[in-house]
Nanobody, 123 residues
Framework: QVQLVESGGGLVQPGGSLRLSCAAS????????VGWYRQPPGKQRESVAT???????TYSDSMKGRVTISRDNTKRTVSLQMNSLKPEDTAVYFC?????????????????WGEGTRVTVSS
């Protein structure tokens, strides 16, 4: 089974930093665009950052300048370095990936999601 697992969340004080990681495993032939999303309690999920297979990154206005997304294609991991965190950054952070998987001689494209990692910014 194809799987994404996020890690690195936790409790951090305002102004602090966290580094989130997303590890991909399973029957993945190609790991294409990967993104980090977040969902604050009671609010809709929103994009934080995305990165293409060749490393081109884009950032949403809400966290632009405070986050950096990167990927290691060999290790099949994507990271999100978050700095200068604010209480409004409190949310569950999800990893999403567009992947290609090979089942026998049939190739499929699909989007997969991790279960999320919780980030709490509080003093």
């Amino acid at each position: 089974q194809v799987q994404l697992v996020e890690s690195g969340g936790g409790l951090v004080q305002p102004g602090g930093s966290l580094r989130l990681s997303c590890a991909a495993s399973g029957n993945i032939s190609r790991l294409n665009r990967v993104g980090w999303y977040r969902q604050p309690p009671g609010k809709q999920r929103e994009s934080v950052a995305t990165i293409t297979q060749d490393g081109r990154a884009t950032y949403s206005d809400s966290m632009k300048g405070r986050v950096t997304i990167s990927r290691d294609n060999t290790k099949r991991t994507v990271s999100l370095q978050m700095n200068s965190l604010k209480p409004e950054d409190t949310a569950v952070y999800f990893c999403n990936a567009h992947i290609g998987t090979l089942n026998g001689d049939i190739y499929y494209d699909m989007d997969i999601w991790g279960e999320g990692t919780r980030v709490t910014v509080s003093s």
